[in-house]
């Protein structure tokens, strides 16, 4: 079945470091890829998506290309700041379920001044 | 609502017990799914309602497992006679439109003991 395998955490950084946390997928047939995110004692955000091979999804100074020829989906920013600290899900949605959401198991990334 | 709304925000059962969590979509929202998070994990797929048709329930975990949405709007997510395995968040989704994604709520965390 369709699978999500996210790089484990926890990721700390320090203030305006480049981040990467990687992500591939499994699919049958041709995913939408979403990274979300989950702040401390909030609910998940939708960051970014991207539908279709070669896309990119940005938000925020966040970043990542759907690419197919890899089924990777990683997720980017040049320069983090303290408040980027949450933890961060990748998730697929396969075009032939009803939109459920397959994630990752999350990699917690925290930001030192 | 400005958001989706989950209640109780906390819940402590015991092992036996039966709850009843309570999911208030974003007025209008016709999809409406319900996820489990073990600690560590990502969110796992359990229900998905569009307006009051529970259109997919295969990943309920059990048949102690049982969810509804009689009017289309607000869910409720029952389990009966509770186990310790079922300690985990469970969060509420909902979507007008499935391709941009949908808001989650902050979820009810469930403990057992």
């Known amino acids: 079945g369709d699978s999500v395998t996210q790089m484990e955490g926890p990721v700390t950084l320090s203030e305006e470091a480049f981040l990467t946390i990687n992500c591939t997928y499994t699919?049958?047939?041709?995913?939408?890829l979403f990274w979300y995110v989950q702040y401390p004692g909030e609910g998940l955000q939708l960051l970014l998506k991207?539908?279709?091979?070669?896309d990119k999804g940005s938000n925020k100074g966040f970043e990542a290309t759907y690419r197919k020829e890899t089924t990777s989906f990683h997720l980017e920013k040049g320069s983090v700041q303290v408040s980027d600290s949450a933890v961060y899900f990748c998730?697929?949605?396969?075009?032939?379920?009803?939109?459920?959401?397959?994630f990752g198991k999350g990699t917690k990334l925290s930001v030192k001044p | 609502g400005a958001g989706v709304s989950q209640s109780p925000r906390y819940k402590v059962a015991k092992r036996g017990q039966d709850v009843a969590l309570r999911c208030d979509p974003i007025?209008?929202?016709?999809?409406l799914f319900w996820y489990q998070q073990a600690l560590g994990q990502g969110p796992e797929f359990l229900t998905y309602?569009?307006?009051?048709?529970?259109?997919?329930k295969s990943g309920l975990p059990s048949d102690r497992f049982f969810a509804e949405r009689p009017e289309g709007s607000v869910s409720t997510l029952k389990i009966q006679r509770t186990q310790q395995e079922d300690s985990a968040v469970y969060l509420c989704?909902?979507?007008?439109?499935?391709?941009?994604?949908?808001?989650f709520g902050s979820g009810t965390r469930l403990t057992v003991v």
């Open positions: 989704a909902s979507s007008l439109d499935l391709t941009y994604g949908y808001t």
């Open positions: 699919a049958t047939g041709y995913p939408s």
């Open positions: 991207a539908t279709k091979a070669d």
């Open positions: 998730a697929l949605s396969d075009p032939g379920s009803q939109g459920n959401l397959i």
């Open positions: 309602f569009q307006n009051e048709a529970q259109l997919d």
């Open positions: 007025s209008g929202h016709v999809s």
